[in-house]
Nanobody, 112 residues
Framework: VQLQASGGGLVQPGGSLRLSCAAS?????????IGWHRQAPGKQRELVAM???????NYADSVKGRFTISRDNAKNMVYLQMNSLKPDDTAVYYC??????WGQGTQVTVSS
């Protein structure tokens, strides 16, 4: 499984971005657990949002109510809509799928 993340960039606080993760090598319809992680400078990588094995979603407390994960199985895509962005959201965002597939990161910088 190959994962390609895109959509990062520079945005002002309060702004929005949508990250996209394109999967290839398999249909994401077969992948239950897939989602987004991030790693800020000097910090450990952390879960941001994911689809769980029972079909639900799980969000980090810090992004609940601001970020929304979605998927389009027909297009083999997973998305992360990020609203009300804060400087603390600045990080490299990674798409990942179980059991241990990781894409390259996309940089998100929130700054005025």
């Amino acid at each position: 499984v190959q994962l390609q993340a895109s959509g990062g960039g520079l945005v002002q606080p309060g702004g929005s971005l949508r990250l996209s993760c394109a999967a290839s090598g398999t249909s994401i319809f077969t992948i239950r657990v897939i989602g987004w992680h991030r790693q800020a400078p000097g910090k450990q990588r952390e879960l941001v949002a994911m689809f769980t094995s029972n079909g639900g979603t799980n969000y980090a407390d810090s992004v609940k109510g601001r970020f929304t994960i979605s998927r389009d199985n027909a297009k083999n895509m997973v998305y992360l809509q990020m609203n009300s962005l804060k400087p603390d959201d600045t990080a490299v965002y990674y798409c990942a799928a179980a059991p241990s597939f990781w894409g390259q990161g996309t940089q998100v910088t929130v700054s005025s």
